[in-house]
Every structure is written in C-alpha cells, then in structure tokens.
C-alpha cells in the first residue's frame, strides 16, 4: 500500500506512549470507565497482536471488530475494497543470528516496520464465523481453559475461589481468583487487570 505520509515505528511509538498514558488515567478516574471497558473489548478481538497494536488499532479505528492483513482476508474469502484505508500497526522484524550456518535458525529482533491491516468491516466476501460469546453471565468451560492458559504464559496465576459479598472476582499481584459462580466475562476482566 503506498502513501504519501508514511509511518516510521518512532511515531507510532510514541502515539502508543501517549494512549497508555490516557488509559492510565482513565483507570484512576474510574475502574471501568468507557476508555477503560473499550480498551478491554479490544483486547478479547485482537488476542493475536500485542497490546501496543490493540492500542494502534483502538486509536485508529475504534469500532474496528476484526482485523487483518490486505494478503491475510483472501484466506477467509473475503477482499479488501479498493480505496480502503489500512491501519498501521509495528510489525517485528527478525534476523538470523548466523545467516552464514545453514543448521542455525536461531532470530533476534532486529527492528520494526510499518504494516498495514484492515477491518472486516473494510472487506467483502464470505461471513467470519462468530467468535465464542465472552460477555455472557454463564460460564464457558473451553473459553474459560484457554484464557488459563493464556493467564499461565503470562506468569498469571488463576485460582477458583469463593469470594466476599457480591465480589466475582479479584486480581492481586499475578494471582487472579475467580468465584465459582462467576461467568467468563469476570475471568476476562481479571486477566485484563493484571495485564494492565
């Protein structure tokens, strides 16, 4: 995609430095503000970018549901639309280590650059199957095993544990406890939470 004002990985990272700041305050004016629970829903569509990307596409195209490269939608059958505008977000850049020793695979990172992807909304073609419903008040037995796991990788602990009053759950320096009545939603808020 050509432009005439491209991105450099230094501006995006500051226009990142900048909306973490805003969200951190949002977070000490109120728990769940609008910043704060949007920001989340994010967070649940975009699980395979990282969080300064959520944060570019969040910025960039707050309504933005689902997201993907101009060469990733042909898989889905779907076709970016001409004249569309992609969403800039840092893509990792990896070197081999010896790229002299043909047995030696080992990559570091190198850099970034600027790639662009586009919103379902921004494409036409075959329907995206749904995604599993999160927000429900019941609970999803599959979801909820692998948003452990994701807690897990991220050095989260996730306990099931009764909890005071009308609480659902709790997060407290990389332990998250979730009620035993609680729905995934509250797992998903919690996670956030020590994420965050």
Not at 20 to 41: G, P, Q, V
Not at 44 to 66: C, E
Not at 90 to 117: C, H, I, Q, S, W
Not at 128 to 152: D, Q, V
């Amino acid at each position: 995609m050509k432009s005439k004002a491209r991105l450099k990985s230094g501006d995006l990272t500051a226009k990142i430095t900048k909306h973490i700041h805003n969200l951190a305050e949002a977070t000490d004016r109120a728990r769940l503000s609008e910043a704060m629970t949007s920001f989340l829903d994010s967070c649940s569509r975009f699980h395979q970018y990282s969080y300064g990307n959520v944060l570019i596409i969040q910025m960039t195209r707050p309504d933005a549901t689902r997201v993907a490269g101009y060469k990733q939608w042909p898989k889905f059958n779907r076709y970016v639309r001409k004249g569309e505008k992609g969403i800039a977000i840092l893509a990792p850049l990896m070197f081999r280590v010896d790229p002299d020793d043909p047995d030696n695979k080992t990559t570091e990172l190198g850099g970034f650059k600027v790639v662009y992807v586009f919103d379902v909304s921004q494409t036409d073609g075959e329907p995206l199957p749904e995604p599993p419903e999160w927000k429900s008040p019941e609970k999803n037995a599959r979801l909820n095993r692998k948003l452990t796991g994701f807690a897990i990788s991220h050095n989260i602990v996730v306990l099931e544990k009764e909890q005071p009053g009308e609480v659902q759950g709790r997060s407290l320096k990389g332990t998250v406890e979730i009620d035993p009545s609680a729905g995934t939603k509250t797992l998903v808020h919690e996670i956030a939470h020590e994420l965050l």
